[in-house]
């Protein structure tokens, strides 16, 4: 079934985005007690599935309610801060998304987009331990009598646990780069919880194994490493990482409210009443607050950035022409502001989630509390990309012009 073909149209977006604080309060309910007990959240993507958030980003002419990027970083940064495991294993999903709407239509897309609107979640994997090179990629389609088969072993395959089908980067039989889209229930796919992280424990991020798994040729699509629209994507991957951070500095406010208003104390030495009165308490409070005010500011003004090139490269596809004048500008410049957030936004970040434990005594490190698992995740996030690179490719580009690492969509 085409996507634009649909009987039941889409959520008008208000309505869907009307849903998310519901959705996210729902979510939000133990999900410290989750993390402390290792207990994945697979009620929480079923209340997901059935928002129909997951198509926020398709837009009308394609079936979709034609959210911006600008409304999926909040999104991603209001789930984050109910748990930002579940908004995190949603990554997957959303670059799916991104790279079949600035596409032209072909059937490949439609038949996944189709999907989306029917509330399906896309996980998977492309990434191989054990390769000299991250990013490398050896499991290879193999031909058995009449069957094409997959053999081998991902990692990284976060969220997959939760998802209806894997997107899986292989090599094709002439050793050519392609995808492969299955379902995850499919005999001969096995998905493993061993993501043994310090933080983000619960993104179903381990591996994937595949034993005969049976792939059929429709199944198969090419892939072009560096187009216009994978740069783009490869942005928005980054930024939905920072969205996810934002939601973590929320979470470590809310937390530090809630810790002092209700099991704070103030110092022996204060002359504070309460812990809520106490001047230095209220300085790490409004500290925090500023933290949180400045990277949401930041995701947003990033995220208009990339809507901006979104549009262009959707307006490409739309007219069968997605080089058009302007459009690898557009992209370069998206990638740019997202290098630079990141970078921004890790130092301020990781600061609040330390500072937290300064609205509080020794019993602020209680284990009830879990207060650590928000630098844990913080710290897990933010080593995804190297930050060191990343601002030596920034500084290279504003001393000498050199766009080449931005170009490749790898590493930003």
């Known amino acids: 079934m085409n996507a ?8 008008q977006l208000e309505t869907l985005l009307g849903r998310l604080p519901a959705l996210s309060a729902a979510i939000a ?3 410290a007690q989750r993390e402390r007990e290792g207990t ?13 958030l997951g198509a926020l980003r398709i837009p009308p002419w394609r079936g979709g309610p034609g959210g911006s990027i600008e409304d999926l970083v909040q999104v991603v940064a209001t789930l984050a801060a109910a748990d930002s495991n579940v908004a995190h294993a949603l990554r997957t999903h959303y670059n799916a998304i991104e790279l079949w709407t600035s596409v032209p239509p072909n059937p490949d897309a439609d038949r996944q987009l189709a999907r989306v609107l029917d509330g399906a979640l896309f996980g998977g994997a492309f990434t191989e331990l054990g390769t000299p090179r991250s ?21 990284y395959a976060t969220g997959t646990a939760f998802s209806d089908f894997a997107s899986i980067a292989v090599r094709d039989e002439e050793g050519r780069d392609a995808t492969v889209i299955v379902p995850t229930d499919r005999d001969g796919l096995r998905v493993k919880d061993d993501w043994d992280g310090m933080g983000q424990r619960l993104t179903a991020s381990g591996s994937l194994e595949f034993d005969g798994l049976e792939i059929r040729p429709e199944e198969v699509v090419l ?9 783009h994507a490869s942005s928005l991957r980054q930024l939905y990482l920072v969205a996810v951070a934002a939601g973590i500095v929320r979470n470590v406010l809310s937390d530090a409210l809630h810790y002092v208003r209700h099991h704070g104390r103030p110092a022996a030495h204060s002359p504070a009443s309460s812990a809520a009165e106490d001047h230095f308490t209220q300085w790490v409070v409004g500290d925090l607050a500023a933290c949180s005010h400045a990277v949401g500011a930041l995701i947003a003004d990033n995220a208009r950035q990339l809507d901006r090139s979104a549009e262009a490269l959707r307006r490409g ?5 997605s080089e058009e004048e302007g459009v690898q500008q557009l992209v370069l410049e998206g990638a740019l502001a997202t290098a630079k957030t990141q970078l921004a936004v890790s130092k301020i970040a990781l600061q609040a989630a330390e500072r937290l434990f ?3 005594g ?17 710290r897990t996030i933010f080593n995804h990309n190297p930050l060191l690179q990343k601002a030596r490719v920034v500084g290279d580009y504003h001393l000498n012009g050199t766009t080449k690492h931005l170009e490749e969509g790898k590493v930003f």
């Open 358 to 360: 300064e609205a509080g």
């Open 223 to 231: 892939t072009a490493q560096r187009s216009l629209q994978r740069r």
């Open 29 to 31: 309910e133990g999900a």
């Open 362 to 378: 020794a019993s602020a490190t209680s284990r009830k509390h879990n207060f650590d698992r928000h630098w844990r995740n913080l």
């Open 4 to 11: 634009v073909d649909r009987a039941v149209p889409a959520p």
């Open 135 to 155: 990013g490398t990629v050896t499991t290879a389609l193999e031909r058995q009598g009449d069957k094409l088969v997959l053999n081998g072993r991902k990692y």
């Open 317 to 321: 596809a739309a007219d069968g022409d």
């Open 40 to 52: 994945l959240p697979f009620e929480a993507f079923a209340l997901f599935r059935a928002s129909g």
